[in-house]
């Protein structure tokens, strides 16, 4: 298998797989409350994991968090280390 078409595959399924997730509660969901609660709660619950994916990539391409600071300099980087554990 050619190496770009192993990674549109590799891109491809994780979508696929959250759009089955997705479009699978969405049933349920109509079936027991309210379309505009259903439409307003899938976008809002997709931020939280967004929020950390976004912040992720800051981190990894620049080597500084949201912030501008360096992970792991200061006195409270135990702390920091803690807490993402």
Do not use: C, N
Request: hydrophobic content about 45%; charged content about 20%.
């Amino acid at each position: 298998m050619p190496h770009q078409t192993y990674d549109a595959a590799l891109r491809f399924a994780p979508g696929a797989m959250t759009a089955a997730s997705v479009f699978g509660l969405a049933a349920p969901g109509l079936e027991r409350g309210t379309l505009p609660g259903v439409t307003t709660g899938a976008p809002v619950g997709g931020v939280g994991p967004l929020d950390r994916a976004v912040l992720r990539r800051i981190r990894v391409r620049t080597g500084r968090d949201a912030r501008g600071r360096v992970p792991g300099a200061g006195p409270l980087a135990v702390v920091d280390a803690v807490i993402v554990v």
